[in-house]
């Protein structure tokens, strides 16, 4: 992923809500089942990690990530976003990838 790429995904992520909270039992399996359809359905999600959760935010995303194979766009605070494209159904077109179809 690029950076020119990854601005892109961190400006949609700015007006999206979170569509998932991760609590006190902290990475179960059967969230990060739920984070990895989200992640088929939009490609872009958004974590809320509340503040019972005694997790580091920044370990979290990349184990997350590693988890459902999708990529760690940002970390801000208690905020995580991943991407993960979807091949079958591509939702969101990256700048890269608009430059790649035009030659």
Same mark, same amino acid.
Request: positive net charge; contains cysteine; hydrophobic residues 40%.
């Given at each position: ?77 208690? =905020? ?17 990838? =608009? ?5």
């Amino acid at each position: 992923m690029t950076t020119k790429d990854r601005a892109y995904l961190k400006s949609i992520a700015q007006t999206t809500d979170p569509v998932l909270s991760l609590g006190k039992a902290s990475l179960t399996p059967e969230f990060v089942e739920a984070a990895a359809e989200a992640l088929k359905a939009r490609e872009l999600i958004k974590i809320n990690v509340l503040k019972n959760c005694m997790d580091v935010p920044q370990t979290l995303a990349i184990t997350l990530s590693e988890r459902t194979r999708s990529e760690v766009v940002q970390v801000i605070g208690r =905020k995580i976003v991943l991407y993960k494209r979807n091949n079958d159904n591509p939702k969101i077109i990256l700048p890269g990838e =608009k430059n790649a179809k035009k030659k």
